[in-house]
């Protein structure tokens, strides 16, 4: 489960103004479940998400992922818990240009020490269920947006995530590939894969199992 | 791989033991560099693990050949130029050092009251002194060698002249400055009943003179053994002008110019080569030497001739200085080339490094990549620049260049140096570069997306 308490974010802009990104959010996620953070740009969903990842350190208030607290980590230790129990897609897959779509998916594995032959073959075995297996030895560039979405997401699977993090992961993509990876997004969450997604979309929204609303960092719905 | 991996741990491991050892018993300067490439053995080491991801750092390397292949030729360039120098300035101070020594010493040690000048214009001795003294000065921490007990008669026509009988002892205290570190004698030494010829008296003699002709001198014969430096060869044709006096020298045992000149166990004066040694720039160390040596030989006058100190200096540090100006320019120069190389490089990764620190990498994994592809770049471009810093410095044709004398040769203790400069040299051209990398907020980078 996910439980954040009283979390808020400041940040100092360049103008030296500062911004409250999120202003005290209190909010839960139980385990298994697809929720969708919604709101305009610039209401917060793609901090809260880096928040409960670790990426972003909260100005007061706390993060706790399955018991662990987040914020009280230290840098090394986040890491290591990003490793093992996070998955992250984003908008711009973020894919490894010099590596194949099953070397990418490996790197996973690599943040936490392991490779080889086993790592490999549990790549290729979740690039294959989601319908990449013609795809294994290409490089992003020779991949159709989907597929470097899919690549994307396979990356976030290989460790077998407590939570999967996905920031607009159809942004980019075009009407049947972003549908694509909705349904295999629901289908991870039908095989009981908790899913958090930061959406302005409220289409993609409605396909999550609870709805979120952000507006200038405060939750509104 | 896994060999690879195993024997770069045991040598960071090692190099660490070298490290403390040297931090306990010597200096932290000594252990400095110990530290360094261990830290960055047990760093890259990590990458280097076949399940650690060192195969990403190559697969990185190939996609970016150009800028890799640019900071590898950076450090390519500075270790043949660092090769290249040291290996002809090695050439070029040994030919010095031939040279200086064929000036002589540069001190002379006479009886007070004795005239040292006259005895070097190659004047016959007056005033002596005993022949012990050579001995007891050489056992004395006076910073000076190579002493040499002297007997000097001018010989007339009618003596087997004209030339200068010169009585010598051979090398005294030809240890440096008694530290137990052998150096090999600056003269040579004549046996009894022997004569060595200076190069005028040797033409002056002409071809009918060869090694085992006698020659009468001052009523006694001796042996011709040969030409200073050339045993057994035939004077006319080996002798080769030294200089005006010594040219004009016949060199003997000193036991048979003492019977000569009726003197046994006393000499005219003590030759030594004193230590170049400059206090911030002037010579006064020589005065030192002077009065060190005549309050440890109380009766005799010491004189040093600045000229031949001042040439053996400023050749030696000529030498020297350029070489370390040589050096420290092309260090710098590669360092700013792997430095930008590698901030360019993280500049244009940030998103990647970014998603790396999102799917689980530590700061330190980065780290590690990072130090992996440098000691790669130092390693190879090392190796490269060893092998043709050395190649153009023993092919090139010094005579042309006009660098007279020198032959250059391949020193293989300066590969190992090179390989340790460049690593060094890398290192600290990466420090900030994988600061940055590893400072990478990758939430700022990720979000801007």
Redesign the interface.
Known sequence: MIAIQGLTKVFRAASGDQVRALDGIELQIKTGEFAALTGPSGSGKTTLLFAIGGLVTPTAGGVSVGGAEVSAMSAPARARWRAQSLGFVFQTFYLVPYLSAVENVCLARLALGEGGAAARKSAEAILARLGLAERFGHRPGELSAGEQQRVSLARALANAPAVLLADEPTGNLDGPRAEEILALLAEENRRGQTIVLATHNEAVAARASRRIRLDRGKLVG | MKLLYVVTKAAAVILGIIAIYHLFVVSVAAASPYILISLLLMVGGETL?????FG?VV??I??RKAGFVLACLAVALATAGVVFTQTLSSAFEEALRRITKDMGRNIAVVPAGADATALSAGESGTLLMDEALVAKIAATDVPAEHYLGKIQLRLGPEEGGPAILTGITGDVGAVGRGKGLKKAPMGFEVAPGQCVLGAAVAARLGEGVKPGSKLVLKGREFTVAGVPGKPGAKPRAAAAPIGPIDDLRIFVNIRDAQELLGAPGKIHAIDALGCVCPIGGTFDYLTEIEKKIEKFLPGVKATTYRSIARARLVARQGAERTGQLTVGALAVLAMLVIFFYLYSDVRERR??L????????????LAGMFLAKVAVIALVGAALGFAAGSVGAVEIDAAKLGLVGIKPEVNWLSAAWAALGALVISALAAVLPVLAATRTD??DV??K?
């Open positions: 693990n076949p399940n650690r991801g990403l697969k990185e190939a996609r998103e990647e970014g998603m790396f620190l999102a799917v689980g990498f530590s700061p330190g994994r990758p939430a990720l979000r997306n």
